[in-house]
């Protein structure tokens, strides 16, 4: 009896050192598992984050390179009705000149 | 192709369902068909049951532990470990004794209860783990 008891003793006591053992374990896996997941997160943060701004630059960039074009539109078309102009005022001048 | 769903079904019980109500009526059973409360203490001396009795102490104070902290994973586990240890050390004493007891082991019912044995092992074991795993995911994720 008292050989039993020993036994069921220590193989308690180990079956309880292991079982603690093997959930320190898990929870330590668990826990850098949570960390490196939180690394990735925070990295894919910080890069929308940089793609916000990135965006946000070309945004700015494209209006100011649109009111050039329009600007430069607006000139060409002045410049257009000048030649028109400067064509036909040529060509009455070239009518008009004695030979 | 059913048959499959049928018995993942079973899979899904095992690995999903929460062990909480089982654990509550079986520590309400537990402590009713518990020896403590339907024998004295003289009558298990009488009976030279004073080391099942001892047992059956433990088991009644680890069993009202779990009836009485199961709202609190971090209490609770402590006393389902416990019992889990109790339930190893008395099953691995009977195993002993069926080992090295020739007329204990020739009783028709060492089958039985070897079955109920182990499938109680089981069930503990399976409690045990989600909880721990509760647990660990609880701490982990604060």
Known sequence: ?99 | MQIREYLRTYRDIFVYHDYQPLLLFWNIADLANNRVLWMSYSEAIDNGMEWAYFQYCLYFVVALGMLFTLPWLESCVKFVGAYLLLYIFSTTRFLVKVATDPEFAANPDIGRSLVVTGVYFTLWVWIYTKMRVELAHRRVDG
């Not at chain 1, 180990?14 to 939180?38: P, Q």
Request: no cysteine; charged share 35%.
């Open chain 1, 1 to 99: 009896m008292d050989d039993s008891n020993n036994t069921a003793g220590l193989v308690a006591l180990f079956s309880g050192l292991v079982s603690a053992g093997a959930f320190k374990f898990y929870e330590s896996v668990l826990k850098n598992k949570r960390d490196s997941e939180k690394e990735t997160q925070v990295e894919r943060a910080k890069y929308r984050n940089d793609l916000i701004k990135r965006v946000e630059k070309l945004e700015g960039e494209r209006d100011q390179h649109l009111k050039f074009l329009m600007d430069l539109r607006g000139e060409v078309a002045a410049l257009k009705v000048e030649v028109t102009y400067l064509q036909r005022e040529n060509r009455k001048l070239h009518r008009d000149s004695p030979h």
